[in-house]
């Protein structure tokens, strides 16, 4: 049995963590699965499976005393912000416990990120350009064309499964207290159903005003919503919410941008409907005098709307790396691991109406290359076969570094 021991506590609702620990396991290490609640044992049952059904304020306790009577050396977790992931990732840094985390990728559509400590402004990612040109040296030319197809379905049932599981059977771990920050499980799922269907019904009228934007010689800027609960808000911006966003965004541009020039706000694809943004958006429009040039989308091809814009304005959304490959500038309002000079714009919102700098594409390449080599994995996790590549590519970066660095 190896020295190694790796404790996992709670990832995505998919297969992707159980299979990467039980084929660790399997090559002997010593794995072992810290479930919170009801929806974590449901996707890692199992003999590997330690529950915790003490309260939170017991918690740093409890997991302090685990890693010393256990012998841990490793923790791997989705998010290092969340809920009892911030106290064990401390505690764990405190002992000298490699940490790696996990989440979606950085780069778009079928990648998924592994890193050491911390993603966002939390990550060692290096920032200064002369560092990357510099470590992106040999490196391979990224192979960014897409190989695999994540499902939208089976994350909505995962997530479904989850949390309803937690909220009909909360009794059997009562002091649980919910990692993320959205809603109530109830309120979350009407409303998302429900904005769910209204995006379905105006799917065609959305495509057709993407085109018709796209398809102008008008000057305009994106500005790509976010969810209010996500940490890359909560935990990596300076904001309470995206209306703060949207009310700081319109302000300067009705300051600073061209009467000739329009912004288009439009709403993430997975937002719950909690609140109306269309509204919000309107009314502070109007409250700046710029309704006239702001126009709303609650659907269709953020890509393609990409492709045209003079630039775009986002807290730090990974949109945004996804428009610096297509030459779009952008303008960071929060913490991104992407905010580099030469990448990003630096100077005041005020100014970025008028700026017209792309992305330097030599840093570019040479900042995705690094990326996709050192801290992205291959694959997605709720759709076969992507899921499987996923799990073999993380097996072979933890044993290939993590595990023995």
């Keep these: 049995m190896s020295d190694i021991h790796l404790v996992f506590l709670q990832g995505m609702p998919s297969p992707f963590f159980k299979r990467v620990g039980e084929e660790l396991a399997a090559k002997n290490y010593r794995v072992t699965r810290i479930n919170l609640c009801v929806g974590d044992w449901l996707f890692w049952p199992g003999p590997h499976g330690v529950s915790y059904r003490g309260r939170y304020a017991d918690w740093p306790e409890f997991i302090s005393n685990f890693f010393d009577q256990n012998k841990v050396t490793d923790l791997v977790l989705l998010g290092e912000q969340r809920r009892y992931h911030k106290e064990a990732v401390l505690i764990a840094q405190q002992r000298g416990i490699r940490v790696t985390v996990n989440d979606f990728g950085y780069l778009r559509p079928d990648w998924i990120t592994l890193e050491q400590d911390g993603m966002g402004a939390n ?47 909360g009794v059997l771990y009562p002091h649980y207290r919910r990692s993320d920050h959205r809603a109530h499980t109830l309120v979350y799922t009407l409303t998302s159903a429900r904005h769910l269907a209204l995006t379905r019904i105006r799917r065609n009228r959305n495509r057709r005003k993407v085109q018709e934007i796209g398809g102008s010689n008008v000057r305009y800027f994106i500005l790509p919503l976010q969810l209010d609960h996500d940490f890359q808000i909560v935990a990596y911006s300076p904001f309470k919410g995206m209306g703060e966003v949207i009310r700081l965004v319109l302000e300067s541009f009705s300051r600073a941008a061209g009467s000739d020039v329009r912004l288009v706000i439009k709403v993430h694809p997975w937002d719950a409907g909690l609140v109306n943004w269309a509204r919000t958006a309107r009314r502070i429009a109007d409250e700046f005098g710029v309704a006239g040039r702001v126009d709303y989308l609650d659907g269709g091809s953020l890509d393609e709307l990409v492709r045209n814009a003079a630039g775009m304005v986002t807290v730090n959304s990974t949109s945004g790396l996804h428009a610096l490959q297509v030459g779009c500038p952008v303008k960071l309002l929060g913490q991104a691991v992407y905010d580099i000079a030469g990448l990003t714009f630096q100077g005041a919102l005020d100014s970025f109406w008028d700026a017209k700098s792309a992305p330097d594409s030599e840093l570019l390449h040479a900042y995705i290359n690094l990326m996709a080599a050192t801290i992205q994995i291959r694959g997605v996790f709720f759709g076969e076969p992507g899921c499987t590549a996923a799990v073999a590519a993380a097996i072979q970066k933890l044993e290939g570094g993590f595990l023995n660095g």
């Design 123 to 169: 990550s060692h990612f290096p920032r200064d350009p002369k560092e990357i040109l510099k470590r992106s040296v040999g490196v391979p030319t990224a192979d960014l064309v897409q190989r695999y197809h994540d499902s939208s379905f089976g994350m909505a049932r995962a997530d479904l499964l989850y949390n309803f599981a937690n909220l009909l059977l």
